[in-house]
């Protein structure tokens, strides 16, 4: 999951400085909506293309069950997930491999705002056509 290459880390480094940006600005502690939102400011700033709450349908067998709303896209490559909890956990980095699954993309990165020091990490889903 952390092996990403450099592709994977040249889209996602600036997603990081923008993260860093905001938690710099805003401090640590709020609830997770502001976080996303002055991301979402901050990128567009960047002129770093994203979507904000996109949806995807979520099928069992040929019949749509649900739908799963992302935080973000970024770069239509990468799904950012906004947090503040206590820590990035195996439980995040799970759901986080599900978001990829659903979404067809293979690279996550997901931020927590809790700390003064900001905190990310990256998940890869390995393509399985290789």
Known sequence: MSNLNSDDQVITRPIIG???RVINTLGHG???KPYENALCVELKTQG???EQ???FPIYYRTVQVGEYV???IVERSVVVDTKTIEAIGDVELGRMLN???ITGLTVGLIINFKRPKLEWRHVWLRDHHR
């Open 18 to 20: 923008c993260a860093m």
């Open 30 to 32: 709020l609830h997770e």
């Open 48 to 50: 770093i293309p994203f």
């Open 53 to 55: 709450q996109p949806r």
């Open 70 to 72: 992302p935080d973000l």
């Open 99 to 101: 978001y990829l699954r």
